[in-house]
């Protein structure tokens, strides 16, 4: 029995060589097991903006020992917010409401770092303190409506922050990044990607400021730098992260000339020395739905001084390549199908089939159904 175990071992060790993926990896102070990581995803299941109890056996069943996990977009303050039953974590309530959550991930073992965000004008004043209209770097807006399949809402046209307000936003990330080292969580990633506030900035479709945020790219991408620089001096550079999608134009957010913002973006970056930056593929140019693409995150990556994380449309070949081919990323970011499949790393192990996710119950506030009753491997054979 003992030699049947060992073989088994002996067989998982081999195979894991085989596996790219499965390699373990130091990023920064942390050690990594695996290479495979859970996306940031939405699922609109915090009710009032509270991270509700649900959470803690939806976090934990994607937890592996060393594995590491990224939280669900979690608004920096009660401006922030776009979508209903979305978490936060500028209150006293919300920061205790995290703490069992990122505890059970902890206690098996994972590294859990909190996405920072504001929605900017991807909102509508329903959302916002007292009626008032979303902020953003402009007074344009959206021309379309917003639809998840469960909320459809009519966006409100945001008012221009003044050059005056903008330190308190980049404060509100950095309270919000205490608030999340105050909860427990291990470091955290500051959303910069699909056309949200920090992204609204950067990009040019978007940012039409006469201010120095606007204007030349070096002034579009002061804010996020100055959230980046406010969060490392706060926490440490040494647990932040930051998500970029340069080439994404979701939420009407495009630039017209992405690759020289990723790699300013990422120079810039490195001055700062923080742990990681987490980019989105250019296939994906709007977060769901891949097409072809000429671009390449590869410039990037390569004038990138820290870990690497590459997102989007990745399955476990492709993962595997990923990482086998040095140049690509150090690590893989998964999301429906980590959604959908809470032992990714054991069924990419095992080259497994995997569970189909459901688009219905993505967003759907049901605390049970489209979000912990994914089967895993042993219930489905
Ligand atoms: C249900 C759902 C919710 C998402 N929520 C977020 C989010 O909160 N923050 C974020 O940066 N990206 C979010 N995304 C984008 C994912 O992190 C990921 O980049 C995207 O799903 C593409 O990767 P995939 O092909 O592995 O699913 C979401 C995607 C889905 C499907």
């Known amino acids: 029995m003992e030699n049947r175990a060992e073989a088994e071992q002996q067989h998982v060790e081999k195979n894991n060589d085989l596996v ?3 390699t373990p990896y130091k990023m920064g102070t942390f050690n990594l097991s695996h290479r495979i990581v859970l996306a940031p995803l939405t699922r609109q299941r915090s009710y009032d903006n509270v991270p509700q109890p649900h959470a803690i056996l939806y976090y934990s069943q994607r937890t592996t020992k060393g594995g590491f996990l990224i939280t669900e977009a979690t608004g920096v303050s009660d401006t922030a917010q776009g979508y209903t039953n979305t978490p936060g974590i500028w209150t006293k309530e919300q920061v205790e409401a995290w703490k ?16 920072l965000y504001h929605v900017g004008r991807v909102s509508n004043k329903g959302f916002q303190p007292n009626g008032q209209a979303p902020i953003s770097c402009t007074d344009k807006p959206l021309t379309q409506i917003r639809s998840n399949g469960i909320d459809v809402a009519q966006f409100t046209p945001p008012r221009r922050l003044r050059t005056d307000e903008i330190p308190q936003i ?10 999340a080292i105050e909860a427990g969580f291990d470091g955290v990633e500051i959303h910069g990607a699909h056309g949200y506030l920090t992204d609204q900035f950067m990009k040019d479709q978007v940012n039409d400021r006469t201010d120095h945020y606007g204007g030349s790219l070096e002034n579009r991408c002061r804010f996020a730098l100055e959230i980046v620089e406010a969060v490392a001096t706060e926490i440490g550079a040494h647990r932040l992260g930051i998500r970029l999608s340069p080439f994404a134009d979701f939420m009407e957010s495009g630039d017209s000339n992405p690759k020289t913002l990723g790699l300013y973006m990422v120079e810039s ?9 987490h980019m989105v593929e250019p296939r994906m140019r709007i977060v769901e739905d891949k097409s072809e693409c000429p671009h390449s995150l590869l410039p990037m990556r390569k004038a990138f001084s820290g870990t690497f994380l590459a997102a989007g449309g990745y399955n476990r070949e492709q993962g595997n390549q990923a990482v086998a081919d040095e140049g690509h990323a150090d690590l893989v970011v998964y999301g429906r199908l980590f959604l959908a499949n809470p032992d990714l790393p054991k069924r990419f192990e095992l080259d497994a089939p995997l ?19 994914y089967p895993f491997l042993e219930a489905t054979c």
């Open 170 to 179: 980049v404060n509100d990330f950095r309270l919000a990044a205490r608030n």
């Open 100 to 115: 069992p959550i990122v505890d059970a991930v902890h206690a098996k073992g994972g590294i859990f770092f909190c996405q």
């Open 269 to 277: 970056l490195n001055k700062y020395g923080i742990l990681y930056c």
């Open 20 to 22: 790219p993926l499965l």
């Open 355 to 373: 569970n189909k996710y459901n688009r219905e119950t993505f967003y759907t506030s049901d605390p049970v159904i489209g979000y912990t009753d």
